[in-house]
């Protein structure tokens, strides 16, 4: 027997019993009290995801360039963390790309009611970006969605733009042939170009 | 204990930073303080750090932030939920093993993005206290209350904490509050939450602070006049109101006790005080006289930003010895209402 | 000043439960840190400092809670550190706990994890609504459920890997009174059958969310020495960070897991892992993970993870090398202490309490927590001997 093999007896310490006055020896503990808390921020985007989001109205994609390495992260933070040095020039990377990975969700989320189970929730990386983010793929059924298949961004109608990175609804197949993943346990591209999209 | 100094350190601090991500700005700092002594990170043998998600308004916010770090190839890093004066704290520590002989060492908040007598509601005991919300300055103003109704300090003393940190601010090119009052103007100022007036509490700041450690000759390698940490040690009072009394500061006393604070002159100190009332809380605690300079640099009084505070007061004084402006100095750092927890670090230049 | 021996001489945890009702967040951490003292024989006058860790403060809505919680952790007067590194934290902490006594500043440590997700809503908690992004993930599935997939394809693993590992590690937490979840009636089919949440990552195969504290009392050498119980010693302790998104990384074996075992491992003089260690104690809040990790520290050939898994290497009964004989994360996951536990109960395999789940004879276990987006990582090696 380990030393400690019954959650139920309690510790040298915590065995004490409280005696509570006899007028509410029979009251009920307390099990939870509800405390409602709010505060409100306000969220600064910083500058580089301000220019992409400012992008994002005009239909273009915008990423970070490692000022040492030229790896281009999209969406951009403002840092190449291959060279921990502030980003200072954003290139447009191309509304195609393809999928990476993906998965098929089948739970409903309460932050996106619109999205209705199963869809597939795919790390897509966009020609000339050496990384990628997780985004909606819809257009194909679920399970025939692959690894390296080639995707293009469906935006939002041009008059419902906004600086929002919410104006891609979602990628979909373009019908061109997959791309080769030549090492499945990496994912995105070292340098800049449309690694991978050959 | 080995010997390990403060060889170099960056900071920024302004009234709010609002076109620049904390990593955005942050970065330059970061890679800045490693630039200014030549040095990569290749050459840093442990990282920490110090932030709060509740000030971000964020989980896992500092996650964005190490990219800043340059963590590729991967680094021994850790981060704590304090002011990076704990992350240096945690540096030193592990510095003590003799396997690391440079740390690099960063803090920082963008606290302009909530109201942060809101945001520090939420770190008083969450089943009593908490839900009746109750504002930071308020929790101070008990304090004070409490030190002038037992004679411990009076208005005018606390105004000329004040006059005199304006004074020094104007001086520190980081500085938020900088416009010069007098006693008297101080004097005649409405309270804001009555005995507070507005020069009583602290100058709220976005920004952050990097900084370099390394031991022994290392240090000397980087800096002509390396910043020797000759003692450090933290401790924390009781949490509950009512329990601790305000007028003092165990934790402060003894921390002070532990890093040896009175073994010899203490030429100056630059003391984590949010409010006017927890520099005379800190002097007293650790027995500063007439004789030690009082921050000169304005201390958070003059700016004070959140999880960076601490680590810039050590940044503060560390400089000034690197400066040749002194010899021996003391910084601390802070957290928690009241000054609950208190880090007290002494320094020494050759 | 060179490195000093440390020691683990008291383990603490309280029962791992979805609702904790019975006790206030400084109960929870009482529980577990007085089960620590009473195993260590030690009073809360003879703890010198507590380093504490978590995950987010949004867990339970309260800001830096060891604040509030110094008199619940007997710390008045003394030190207290509180340590976050994402869901790594409860190995980081104890890393961090390890070093004061290691660095020769403090002799008896209180170290501990905790997490009270049912005070808050941890899934809120996770997804605070950023005007800049758009949210189409649910929880940490949403985001390794394509590493999993990746994973999957380039060993060739049978598509039911994951279920072997998800019903192993819930038969193991049948012998661990302290687990979150214990399913007699769990069977094979009943995994494989379960809802898929992130196809490919099943319901039975994901991790609880728990409430829930694990202590542990770190000693220096003359402190261990003095102890008449048991004792475990830290051979070595290692952490690693790095960024999650760059091009190029390694999602399936991240440079900073491979760096951070080799490191501990070199610490502890250990040549041939699978060999060495008697028991491992892994962060595995997804099964797919177990093979993953087994591949990436060294415990198995690039690609042969799965094999381990298939082959019954990592059960507790028959296996030589057992993984998770406490249930794992899949058993029990308040986060904060999440990585704490597969610390402690490393340590109390080397010890020899740990009771129905003991691996007998265990001379070196090993203990894991990785954190973020698999970015950051701590370990340690403890043995029933010195180093």
Known sequence: MGYQQDPKVKPAGLSGEVSLPAALADVELVQAVRTPAAIDYIATPGASLSAYLRGMKQKKILGDVCPVTGQVFCPPRGVSPVSGQRTTEMVEVADQGYVESFNVTRLPIKSRPDLKP??????????????????????????????????????????ELEESAANILHWEPTGEPDVVLEDLRVIGNPDGTAGGAQ | MRDIAVVASMQRQEPSIDNESEVEYMVPLMHGVKESIGITQADVGFTCSGSS????????????????????????????????????????????MGEVDIALIYGYSKSSGGSLRD??????????????????????????????????????????????????AANNPHAVRTAQKSVADIMAESPIM????????????????????????????????????????????????????????????????????????????????????????????????????????????????????????????????????????????????????????????? | MSKQRAAVIGVGQTKYASTRGDVSMAGLVREAAYRALEMAEKTWAEIDAVVIGKAPDFFEGVMMPEVYLAEALGCVGKPILRVHTAGSVGGSTACVATSLVQAGIHG??????????????????????????TSINAGAGGYFSPIIRRYMAFSGAPELIGCMVALKDRQHALNNPYAHVRDKELTFDKVVESQMLWDPIRYSETCPSSDGACAMVLASEDVAEAHDGAVAWVHGTAMRSEANNYGGRNVVSPKASEDCAADVFAQAGITNPRKDIDAVEMYVPFSWYEPMWLESLGFAEVGEGWKMVESGATKFEGGDLP?????????????????????????????????DHQVDGAKKA??????????????????????
């Not at chain 1, 790390?123 to 970006?129: E, H």
């Not at chain 2, 770190?123 to 004679?151: K, T």
Request: hydrophobic residues 45%; contains cysteine.
């Open chain 3, 323 to 355: 993984v998770n004989c406490s249930g794992g994360v899949l058993s029990s996951n308040p986060i904060g202490a999440s990585g704490m536990i597969r610390f402690a109960e490393a340590a109390l395999q080397v010890m020899g309490e740990a009771g």
């Open chain 3, 108 to 133: 008896t440590v209180l170290t501990l994890g905790f997490e009270k997700q049912s005070e808050s809503n941890a899934m809120w908690a996770l997804s605070l609504p950023s005007p800049f992004t």
């Open chain 2, 119 to 168: 945001v520090l509601a939420t770190q008083m005991d969450p089943y009593y206290v908490a839900p009746l919300w109750p504002d930071a300055f308020a929790i101070e103003a008990l304090a004070a209350r409490q030190m002038i109704e037992s004679g411990k300090v009076s208005l005018e003393r606390l105004a000329e904490v004040a006059s005199r940190s304006r004074e020094h």
């Open chain 2, 53 to 96: 998600d509740f000030i971000a308004g964020q989980a896992f916010s500092f996650v964005m932030t190490v990219d800043g770090a340059n963590p590729v190839p991967p680094i021994s890093e850790s981060h704590v939920e304090m002011d990076g004066a704990w992350a240096l704290y945690e540096a030193w520590v592990k510095m003590q």
């Open chain 2, 194 to 350: 009555d005995p507070l007036r507005p020069s009583d509490i602290p100058a709220s700041a976005d920004g952050g602070c990097a900084l370099i450690l390394a031991a022994g000759d290392r240090a000397k390698e980087l800096c002509e006049r390396p910043a020797w940490i000759k003692g450090i040690d933290h401790r924390t009072d009781a949490h509950t109101l009512g329990v601790r009394d305000l007028t003092t500061s165990m934790s402060a006393r003894i921390a002070g006790e532990k890093a040896g604070v009175g073994n010899d002159k203490v030429d100056f100190a630059e003391l984590y005080a949010p409010f006017t009332t927890s520099e005379v809380l800190l002097t007293d605690a650790l027995g500063l006289g007439d004789d030690t300079v009082i921050n000169p640099s304005g201390g958070t009084l003059g700016a004070h930003t959140m999880m960076a505070s601490g680590l810039i007061r050590i940044a503060e004084a560390a400089q000034r010895i690197t400066n040749g402006d002194g010899d021996r100095a003391v910084a601390t750092a802070g957290s928690g209402p009241n000054l609950q927890q208190n880090l007290v670090c002494v320094l020494e230049g050759e």
């Open chain 1, 118 to 159: 199963p869809y597939v929730s795919a790390w897509v990386v966009p020609d000339g970006s050496s990384t990628g983010s997780i985004a909606l793929v819809a257009g194909i059924e679920p399970e025939e969605v692959r690894m390296g298949m080639r995707v293009k961004a469906v935006w939002k109608p041009d008059d």
């Open chain 3, 366 to 387: 090993f203990g894991h927590a990785y954190g973020g987006g698999a970015q950051y990582y701590a370990m340690w090696v403890v043995g029933s001997e010195k180093n």
